[in-house]
């Protein structure tokens, strides 16, 4: 039986850690493989694992400890997270590897003042990486060159692998395997909600911010004749504050992060949809909820220049990227509310029937097991690229 080991350790429930769960536990469920877990001994992909009763190895992870991993066949873990191979861990070199990016900029904060020039533009980035940090780039280029061919890197989706292009040159592939949502436990909605209510669901920080803000700028730039009566924003984030203060005097609320079972019902009996990006999204499409992508900037958007798409109607996979102000995807906000106001209830259906197709943990642990059967990256083939040169300046923030 093959041995995965998922390393992610992590008390919070965020998108990464739930991805890798969900993707592993699946992989259990579907083809049998044997799961192993680093993680806190109150850690959240440990706590979901042992509420639905899956089998796994399990080791705790010691902060500032070095430890020796368990036997395994497979480590599987997120791409920005891989410096813990080396800091923490002793493994076997012979030991298969897959690092999951789940973020444009993970293979970027790998250099030692990434997240320093975070929030600069992708050509910055570059100039960043082949100017300031010649050699090590160079590095980290052939691990994700190698790594993308060979099984020991994928990309949640296409502007992820579109960003490693940009910043360090071409070479690596687009090895995409999607991102997933827990599986589906009661039909989506068929009707829509009695009021007006539009949702904002993710954390409030990053490249975030702005396009929250951007969203409810557009939805109440005509006062007297706003697209929704409300903007619920669920999440917690460093710039809530600041979000706060900036919508005030706007129909704008705010509450914390709820639980999965919460946030579910409240979304199915009252958003009206879901604007965002990332698993937020994805997880309103399973519901029956119309979900609207929008991209994430670090930008201000005014309202004449905010754009968003249908997830149905974005490319496989896709669930919003960084970027410029004038490279955001999608229409015009009104031209989707248009639509939105027409049929509800169709723009939920359709973006269920994407979430079946692109995103259900049975179609993503099916594309994982694809390159763990096909792959043969390893951890001595990673120590010896430029995952073994990084040096990350201070730890990342929270994904979710």
Known sequence: MPHLTVICPGRAAGGVNLLL??????????????????????????R????????????????????????????????????????????????????????????????????LFNRSSWGAKRLVAHWLHRAQARRIHAFLTDGSRRGGVIFMDGPNHAAAVEVFGEGPVPAIVPVCTAAAEQAPRTMAPSG?????????????????????????????????????VIGDGEDLGRVRDRCSGLPVSFRSHLPMAELTAELVDQASLVAGHGLSIVEAARLGVPALVVDGTYQPVVADAFRGEWLQLCPPGYVGKISAVARLH????????????????????????HWQAQHTPLVVAGKLHAVLAAGSYTVGDFQASGGRAARLVRAPARLG
């Open 21 to 46: 769960a969900r993707a592993a536990a699946e992989l259990r469920r579907a083809q049998g493989v044997r799961l192993g877990l680093v993680d806190f001994a109150d850690g959240a992909i440990r």
């Open 48 to 115: 979901q694992w042992l509420a639905e009763g899956i089998p796994f190895d399990f080791q705790e992870y010691l902060p500032g400890q070095r430890q020796a991993l368990a036997p395994t066949g497979t480590v599987l873990f997120s791409l920005l997270l891989g410096r813990l191979l080396e800091r923490r861990f002793e493994i076997p070199a012979s030991t298969r590897l897959v690092a999951w990016s789940t973020a444009p900029q993970d293979a970027f904060k790998y250099l030692p003042t990434g997240f």
């Open 196 to 232: 007006r209510k539009a949702y904002w669901v993710g954390r409030v920080e990053d490249f975030k911010t702005e396009a929250l803000l951007g969203f409810v700028r557009t939805v109440f730039v005509r006062p007297e004749h706003p697209w929704f009566d409300e903007v619920v």
């Open 330 to 353: 999608g229409r015009p906000l009104p031209a989707c509310l248009r639509e939105f106001r027409a049929d509800p209830v169709a723009l939920g259906v359709a973006g269920h029937a």
